[in-house]
């Protein structure tokens, strides 16, 4: 089955600088890949996806991108703020409507 | 918001005792899904149900069993719960439609703890 590897576990940037996250997956015929955001006491929520189709995906300071050949995605923050201090998680899936499978997530903290 | 609801918020039980969670949801989804989640080991499936009465087990499911008798209710019991057993709770809902594709939308949760 699948398996989402997902680093760091722990990140900390400075307010405005840039963040990170990778993940990597093992089953080739993975061709959705979701991150979620979440926050203290929540449930995670959607923030941006991205499916096999396309190689980069934007939306205002978030971007995604994926490298199918290589099997990894990554989740880039630009401009960070306080207010994306969150755990932040991958996840991959066939298609269809199979299981998400998910990293271990990473808790951002963006020091003010 | 999609209409999720997990009840209860929190619950603690001693080992051995029959629990029963909640999950109802408001949208009509066809998708319904239970994770637990632990400190390192992020999101791990439980069961999940693609109709009524129709469901199937994920990553996690020994000790844990479900039901959904009705498009909205989606229920996880412990037959008898353990202390491995606590956790934090998420139920998700997901549409089949092809344009929402696999997003799912979670609940807030239900904190479990086992004595």
């Known amino acids: 089955g699948e398996n989402v590897e997902q680093h760091p576990s722990t990140l900390s940037v400075q307010e405005g600088d840039s963040a990170v996250i990778k993940c990597t997956y093992s089953?080739?015929?993975?061709?959705?890949f979701p991150w979620y955001k979440q926050e203290l006491g929540k449930g995670p929520q959607l923030i941006i996806d991205?499916?096999?189709?396309?190689g980069e995906k934007k939306d205002q300071r978030i971007a995604v991108t994926l490298n199918k050949t290589a099997k990894h995605f990554s989740l880039h923050i630009t401009e960070t703020q306080p207010e994306d201090s969150a755990v932040y998680f991958c996840?991959?899936?066939?298609?269809?409507?199979?299981?998400?499978?998910f990293g271990k997530g990473t808790r951002l903290s963006v020091i003010a | 918001d999609a209409g999720i609801t997990q009840s209860p918020r929190h619950k603690v039980t001693e080992t051995g005792t029959p629990v029963t969670l909640r999950c109802h949801q408001t949208?009509?989804?066809?998708?319904m899904y239970w994770y637990r989640q632990d400190p390192g080991h992020g999101l791990r499936l439980i069961h999940y149900?693609?109709?009524?009465?129709?469901?199937d087990k994920g990553e996690v499911s020994d000790g844990y069993s479900v039901s959904r008798s009705k498009t909205e209710d989606f229920l996880l019991t412990l037959e008898s719960a353990t202390s491995s057993q606590t956790s934090v709770y998420f139920c998700?809902?997901?549409?089949?439609?092809?344009?929402?594709?696999?997003?799912?939308?979670f609940g807030p949760g239900t904190r479990l703890t086992v004595l």
């Open positions: 089953d080739s015929a993975s061709n959705y």
């Open positions: 998700a809902i997901q549409d089949s439609g092809m344009s929402s594709y696999n997003e799912q939308f």
């Open positions: 149900s693609y109709g009524v009465k129709d469901t």
């Open positions: 991205i499916r096999s189709n396309v």
């Open positions: 996840a991959a899936s066939a298609s269809g409507n199979t299981p998400l499978v």
């Open positions: 949208e009509n989804h066809r998708y």
